[in-house]
C-alpha cells in the first residue's frame, strides 16, 4: 500500500544518489541525497517510537521552512502519527490554541525563539520540545533527538506496514469561517491521490527542480515540497527566507514555481520597472519581444495553431531579450508556473505571458488536499482557474457556491462535526467559494460565500474574533475587518456619536494597536477608517445579533475601502 513514507522510502532505494533536500550553509548549497533523506526519515521514526509516540498521537512543526521540518513530517507518517504544521508567524495565543486542539505530544522548533513561544506547563500532552538550530530550555537538539532511536527494533516496518489509506496522515489548521482555526484532517489517501494527479497532469519527474519557500504548514506548499516531490523524486531547495528569495531564485533556476499573487506582482514591479528604463533600439527590442511572446502564449493557451514565422519570431525573443530577464529573476528553467490561494490580477498574468511565462492559476484549499481545479496546456484562460483534476468532480451549488467531489476531499475537522456537516453534505465539499462556469466550461471563483478574509499572500484569516476584540473599546459600535485580495488587513470601524472624530481615530488607532500585539503578523491591521455610520440592520448590513454580513458591506462601503488603499 503506498503513502508518502512509502514513496520516500522506495526513492532511496530507486534514485539513491539523486539530489532530494538542498539547503545553504555559509554561503554554499549542500545537497540530501534520496538515500540520505531515506535514512533521516527512518532515523527519526525510531526516535518518535523510541519516546512513546503511538499511532494517532499528533506532533507539532513550528519551524521556518527547513530539510528537518520535512523529515520530521515524512518521519510522523511513516509511525502512524500525524504531524501538525503550525505557522511560524503565530501569536503565542494562537500557537498555545493549535497545540491544545491536537493534543500534540512533541514540537520541533526552528529556533531558539520559536521555542520560547510555547509554554510547555501549559500544555498537560506536551512531553518534549526538539529544537533545529538550539537546544531549547528543557528539551532537546534535533541530534539528541535523532540518538533516541538506536535500538528499536522492527517497530518501523510493523508501524509502516499498518498504515492504511483512511487513517490520519496531517493536520492542517486553517480558517474556515467559524469563529477560529480548525484543524483539517487529510488522510493517506488524500495525500496520495492529490498528489498523484498532479504528477498525472504535468509530468514532472526527477530531474526538476523545486524552491521551498512559501509557509510549509499551508496545504500548497507541503503539496510542492513533499507529497508531489514524493512521487517524481524531484529535488527540493529552501530559500533562506521569503525575504531571500529573489537570491536564492537565480542560483536555483528552479523548473517547477508555485507561488501567491502577492509575490507575482511584486516580480512584475521589479521587472517592468526594470524594462522601463530601457532607452531607443533597446527599449524597441524589449517591446517587440514581449509582444511577439504575448501572442504566441495566447494561441497557446487557447490551443490555435501557431504560423512558422509566429514560432520563430519566439525563438528570436527568447534569444535576445526574454531569455536574459528569466534567467535574471531565476526563472530561466521554469517549465510550469503557478499561482493560488487567492486569485491573481488577470494584467500580472498577461504581463509574464511577454516574458514568454505561463502562470497558470489552481484553485483548491485545505479540505480538499490542495490543488483540485487548474488551468491546463492549451486550456488557459487568464481570470479563470481551469478544469477540474482527474477524478475530481466540481460543480456550482443552487447559490453558485463551488462544490467538489473525490478522493481528495478531507476526513473532516478535528473534534468538530458540526463545521464538519456544514462542510460535507450530500456527498459534497461545500468549498464556501462562490464561482461561475464560463462558455469553454472553465470554473471562475467569484466571490466568497464563508466569513473569512483572504490576502494576496494566501493567509486565511478568520476576521470575527479580531472584530470582537476590537468591538471590546467602548466608543466602537462596529468593526468590520477587510483586505481580501490586499496585501495588508484593514478595518472599517463605526464609532459613537458623542466623540469628534479627531479623538475618536486617535483612540480607534490605539485599540488597534493593542489587538495587534496579540495577532501574528499576517493577522495584524494596517489601514483604518471611519464609517459614516453605523452598520444597518435594514439595509442588510448586519444580523440583528450582530453578525457582519461582509459581502454586503464590502459593496456598500466600496469607496471607504478604496480609499484605505489607495
Known amino acids: ?37 531515506g535514512e533521516a526519515v527512518r532515523r527519526a521514526a525510531n526516535a518518535m517510537i523510541a519516546l512513546g509516540i503511538e499511532v494517532g498521537d499528533r506532533l507539532a512543526i513550528l519551524s521556518y521552512n527547513t530539510p528537518e521540518w520535512v523529515i520530521f513530517d515524512v518521519a510522523a507518517m511513516a509511525i502512524g502519527a500525524v504531524p501538525v504544521g503550525v505557522y511560524f508567524s503565530s501569536s503565542e495565543e494562537e500557537i498555545a490554541d493549535v497545540l491544545e486542539q491536537s493534543n500534540a505530544r512533541i514540537v520541533l522548533a526552528g529556533t531558539r525563539a520559536l521555542a520560547d513561544k510555547v509554554d510547555v506547563g501549559s500544555h498537560d500532552s506536551l512531553d518534549v520540545i526538539v529544537g533545529v538550530e538550539e537546544t531549547p530550555a528543557g528539551g532537546l537538539s534535533w541530534h539528541s533527538f535523532l540518538e533516541r532511536g538506536g535500538d528499536v527494533g522492527e517497530a518501523l516496518e510493523e508501524r509502516l506496514a499498518g498504515l492504511r489509506p483512511e487513517d490520519p496522515a496531517t493536520l492542517i489548521f486553517t480558517a474556515a469561517g467559524f469563529g477560529g482555526a480548525l484543524g483539517v484532517v487529510l488522510t493517506h489517501d488524500n495525500l496520495v491521490f492529490a498528489s498523484g494527479v498532479s504528477v498525472e497532469v504535468f509530468e514532472p519527474t526527477s530531474d526538476d527542480r523545486v524552491l521551498s519557500y512559501l509557509p510549509l504548514s499551508h496545504v500548497a506548499e507541503q503539496m510542492f515540497t513533499i507529497h508531489i516531490a514524493a512521487h517524481a523524486g524531484y529535488s527540493v531547495a529552501f530559500a533562506q527566507s521569503i525575504g531571500r528569495i529573489r537570491v536564492d531564485l537565480p542560483e536555483i533556476q528552479p523548473t517547477i514555481f508555485f507561488s501567491v499573487p502577492l509575490v507575482w506582482s511584486g516580480f ?59 534567467r535574471a529573476v531565476g526563472f530561466a528553467d521554469v517549465r510550469l508556473a503557478f499561482s493560488g490561494a487567492v486569485s491573481a490580477n488577470p494584467e500580472t498574468l498577461d504581463y509574464f505571458s511577454g516574458l514568454d511565462l505561463v502562470i497558470r492559476e489552481v484553485y483548491g484549499l485545505s479540505e480538499a488536499s490542495g490543488p483540485s481545479i487548474i488551468n491546463q496546456e492549451g486550456a488557459t484562460r487568464f481570470g479563470s482557474v481551469g478544469f477540474p483534476f ?94 481580501d485580495g490586499f496585501d495588508q488587513l484593514g478595518v472599517l470601524v463605526s464609532v459613537t456619536d458623542e466623540i469628534e472624530p479627531d479623538a475618536a481615530m486617535a483612540q480607534v488607532e490605539h485599540r488597534v494597536g493593542e489587538v495587534n500585539q496579540r495577532l501574528a503578523r499576517a493577522e495584524q491591521i494596517r489601514k483604518i477608517g471611519l464609517l459614516p455610520r453605523p452598520l444597518s440592520v435594514d439595509e442588510g448590513e448586519r444580523s440583528t445579533s450582530g453578525t457582519v454580513a461582509r459581502n454586503v458591506v464590502v459593496e456598500r462601503f466600496s469607496r471607504e475601502i478604496a480609499d484605505l488603499y489607495r
Not at 19 to 28: F, H, K
Request: glycine fraction near 8%; aromatic fraction near 6%; proline fraction near 4%.
Open 1 to 37: 500500500m503506498h503513502t508518502i513514507p512509502h514513496l520516500v522510502l522506495a526513492n532511496a532505494q530507486r534514485i539513491p544518489h539523486k539530489p532530494a533536500l538542498r539547503r545553504r550553509v555559509e554561503g554554499a548549497w549542500v545537497t540530501m541525497t534520496w538515500s540520505e533523506y
Open 390 to 483: 482527474p477524478g475530481i468532480e466540481a460543480g456550482l451549488a443552487e447559490d453558485d457556491e463551488i462544490i467538489l467531489r473525490g478522493r481528495s476531499v478531507f476526513a473532516g475537522y478535528l473534534n468538530n462535526p458540526e463545521a464538519t456537516s456544514h462542510a460535507l453534505r450530500d456527498g459534497w465539499l461545500h468549498t464556501g467559494d462562490l464561482g461561475s462556469i464560463g462558455s469553454d466550461g472553465l470554473f471562475s471563483v467569484t466571490g466568497r460565500k464563508k466569513d473569512i478574509v483572504i490576502t494576496t499572500g494566501g493567509k486565511n484569516i478568520c476576521p470575527q474574533p479580531i472584530e470582537q476584540r476590537l468591538r471590546q473599546d467602548p466608543i466602537i459600535v462596529d468593526a468590520v475587518i477587510v483586505g
Open 268 to 326: 512584475e514591479r521589479v521587472i517592468r520597472a526594470q524594462v522601463d528604463t530601457l532607452k531607443g533600439w533597446r527599449s524597441r527590442i524589449a517591446e517587440w519581444s514581449m509582444r511577439v511572446s504575448r501572442s504566441d502564449i495566447a494561441a497557446r493557451n487557447a490551443s490555435l495553431r501557431r504560423s512558422l514565422i509566429g514560432r520563430a519570431s519566439v525563438a528570436v525573443a527568447r534569444s535576445i531579450f526574454t531569455n536574459r530577464v528569466r
